[in-house]
């Protein structure tokens, strides 16, 4: 997440999501997800529904990390859903990615390349071209062009 996007949020929603953000990075996983349902359940009571989206998003990047690609699927394609329903853009690129990458882990490698070419696509609209160049990074991988697979952290 950008960090002026998460400067506009109220600071009550805000605080929860960068403090599970930092104890991921520092491999507090466990601790990382009840700050997440944290952030989640006061973005709910809130009726925050951009903060509740990226509390959700970030669950399901947490449970890719763990390895949990079913859970990780699922949580994408819900959150995919609602971004989709809202119009918000960002979320729709994010989280159609995600999808390619628990796809390319699951060895789909079709269903990958749909996920982050709809990604591409959608980044490129809204002129995010850092994402858009991981997403093409990813996308070359598939096409064996690295002969690596897709990988690294979901965005």
Known sequence: MKPEVIRAWPQELAVPLMSAYRLWCNGALGAAQSQLNEALERAEAAGHTTVQLAARHLLGNLAYTQG???????????????????????????????????????????????????????????????CMAAARANLARLDGESGAQPGGRPR
Do not use: K, P
């Not at 995919?80 to 796809?103: K, M």
């Not at 490129?124 to 071209?129: A, D, F, K, L, V």
């Open 68 to 130: 949990n690609l079913t859970a990780a699927r699922q949580i994408h394609a819900d959150v995919l859903d609602r971004c989709r329903d809202i119009g918000f853009l960002v979320g729709v690129a994010s989280s159609s990615h995600n999808l390619g990458l628990v796809a390319a882990r699951q060895g789909d490698l079709a269903a990958a390349r749909t996920w982050i070419g709809e990604a591409i696509r959608t980044y490129e609209q809204i002129g995010q071209t850092e």
